[in-house]
């Protein structure tokens, strides 16, 4: 569960950012925040491929 407002996990990606920042640097900071936390969300509820399936699906080698 979040303990931290939207509002304050944004105030902190705008404090890592560098004084030169764009507004591209920033969409991508938060895409990248984004994608991550989904990605826990759907390993925590199982929703999971392992990586020998996921091989086989490509016919990839080890």
Same mark, same amino acid.
């Given at each position: 569960m979040q303990t931290e407002s939207i #509002? =304050?996990?944004a105030y902190q990606l705008l /404090? #890592?950012?560098p004084d030169k920042a764009?507004? /591209?640097d920033l969409m991508? =900071?938060?895409y990248v925040r984004q994608t991550i936390e989904a990605g826990i969300k /759907?390993? /925590?509820e199982g929703r999971t491929v392992d990586v020998t399936e996921v091989r086989k699906r490509f016919g990839l080698n080890k």
């Open positions: #509002k =304050q996990q /404090d #890592k950012l764009t507004w /591209d991508y =900071q938060i /759907d390993s /925590d």
